[in-house]
Structure formats: structure tokens, C-alpha cells
């Protein structure tokens, strides 16, 4: 089955009784984006497919609960000898949000980082570099999601044991950040680690801040409704 125009997913999601951003919205918000104004054609082109391409993506998923990603025996053979995907999502852990499913994507097309929490070590940081510069990713997206229990127990304040602690101290940041404002809930400590954890991305040196300051790459943050399976785009 092809993929349905945007225009139909998002009648279908609304009638699903779904929000969802209008393509316009989403072209307009990245076009106005700073980052690549103006700076890098091939680059920007590429980056509206990209989000366009998740958006869509999750919309499908969202009004059709299924997929139609190619998983195809071709597929993986085609792709046994390289990858070309045209995002790179940097998400939780946590099992009720795989990122392929979520946005109705298959073999070859995101390259995935996961660890709870959304946050980056080197050891991410040097994937995504790796991802930017050897495989051409220009479109980075970093997705927290609802309910998140690393947040949440980076919000408990409580001594957290082994290795946990190491995130309780990535996410800590957020949550101060969001407490910074009356009355944060988990919620909003979540869309504000993913916030931060994106423009950390866009800071990172020597290579993520230099792609982004020439244009060549874009960094956003999204969260994911747990219940719906919907992706918001905080912008
Ligand atoms: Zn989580």
C-alpha cells in the first residue's frame, strides 16, 4: 500500500478525534527556523523530508494503527552493504514507543539511539557524530514521552541506586530548569530534558555545532503521548 497524501492522514486523524500539526505548520516552522535560513539549499530540502517524512509517518501510524514500512527480504538485502537513513532519533528506553513503529518506518530508514531518560553520554554524542558524518544525517530528533519513569525519578530526589544515579544526574538539569517556573509537573520536566537535551546537540563540538552552524543539520525535540502514540514537535 502507498502511503496516503498527508492531507488524508490528517483528515483521518481528525476524525479520529487526533490533533495533529498541519504540514504548512510544519514546513513554515522549520523554514523559520534560523538554523539553516538560508545558508544551505540541498540542506534544508533535506531536512523538510525528513520531518515531513516522521510526521508523516506517526500520522499514519496514529489513524491506521498498523504499518506499511518496507521490512522486505529486498530491503535487507539491499541494504546489507550500506545505510543511507534520513533521521537520527535520540529516545527513551522505554518499550511502549519504538521509534520505527511510531513512525511507521522500516529497515534502513532512522538511526536509533536509545537510553532512558532521552540523554547524552559520549558515547551517544559520538554515534550521532557518526551518523552526521559518515552516513549524511542531517535531521536529528531527540523524543521524550509521557510518564517517563527516569524523569520521574530524577524528580523524586531520592538517592537512586548503581548506575541509575548517572541518570537521575543527566536529567537533574530539566528538572531543575522546570521547576524554575511554578508548579512543574512530570510533564513538563519531560518536555524540558527533551528541550535541553536537543540544544545541548546543537552546542555539542566540535561537530553536531559546527553542521548547525553552517546549516547542514537540524536538532528538535518531540514528546510522545503515551496514550494516543501521537508525537508532538516542541517548537
Ligand atoms: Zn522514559
Redesign the pocket.
Known sequence: MRLAPLCVLALAACQAGIHQPEAADLDAAIAANPVHAGHDHHATATVFTAAKRLLEGNTYYVSMRASNADISAQRTAALATGQNPFAAILT???SRMPPELLFNQGFGDLFVLRV???VANDHVLGSLEYAVEHLGVRYILVM??ER????DAAMSGAELPGHIASLGAAIAPAVREARSRQGATLQDCVEANARLVADSLRKSGPILAAEVEHGGLVVEAAVCDLDSSQVIWLR
Open positions: 527513551c528506553a522505554d532512558a531518560g532521552n521524550g514521552h517517563c519513569g527516569a524523569v
